[in-house]
């Protein structure tokens, strides 16, 4: 094999694979949906079965998509957990000791108060790659806004595979949100996403910081 004709096989097959990587996925924008109507999203109870030993458990699974909003997203993300304890503080009902059904009605019923919209997660456990719905409903009548697909050979059904493509999926919906618009609301909520991006970083390093310099002061002592 000659070295050019081995470095065209590379290229295609690097060309291959990221194409793989940009193409297994789907999202949808539902007529008559307004997604820059959305500045706080709420994470629902995802619709999940563990049947990996890799994968997580169903409230580990819950915290990591909060985590990759919160990572991810220019959106304020509301953790399940503090939509069940707003709830129980406004109504007195504990969704976390009823039954799935129960919980989802109650939770459906109120959630309009906390947040614009709230998303589910549904993982197809009848496949072998790991295969990821997320579907963004309207809080005021749970009318469905957004819909994304994700599949992929770079991830395993795993809970650190999860937790990427949820990164990406929150990634995915803010350029969706973008591209709604058109002209100079195109360019005032682009520079509005890329404010908060930077805050993010910021905050990111002095946390990282923060942390080891507390590292270095236990190692001092």
Do not use: C, W
């Not at 307004?34 to 079965?49: E, G, R």
């Not at 890329?194 to 080891?212: F, G, H, V």
């Amino acid at each position: 094999m000659t070295r050019k004709f081995f470095v065209a096989l590379m290229m295609l097959a690097v060309m291959f694979t990221s194409s793989l990587a940009s193409a297994e996925y789907e999202d949808e924008i539902m007529e008559d949906a307004d997604l820059t109507t959305i500045k706080k999203l709420a994470v629902a109870m995802p619709n999940f079965y563990k049947v990996e030993s890799a994968e997580p458990e169903i409230h580990d699974l819950i915290k990591d998509i909060y985590e990759a909003g919160k990572r991810s997203s220019t959106l304020e993300i509301v953790s399940y957990e503090d939509v069940i304890a707003a709830i129980r503080r406004d109504t007195g009902i504990d969704i976390s000791a009823l039954d799935v059904p129960e919980a989802e009605k109650v939770y459906k019923k109120n959630i309009a108060r906390y947040a614009d919209a709230y998303v589910v997660l549904t993982v197809a456990n009848s496949e072998k790659l790991p295969q990821l719905f997320f579907y963004i409903y309207q809080t005021t009548d749970s009318k469905l806004m957004y819909t994304y697909k994700a599949r992929s050979r770079l991830y395993s059904k795993s809970a650190a595979s999860y937790a990427k493509m949820a990164d990406e999926f929150f990634i995915r919906f803010d350029a969706a949100t973008l591209h709604t618009l058109d002209g100079d609301e195109q360019k005032k909520l682009r520079k509005k996403q890329q404010e908060i991006r930077d805050k993010k970083r910021k905050a990111e390093k002095l946390e990282a910081k923060t942390s080891k310099n507390k590292v270095d002061m236990v190692k001092k002592k």
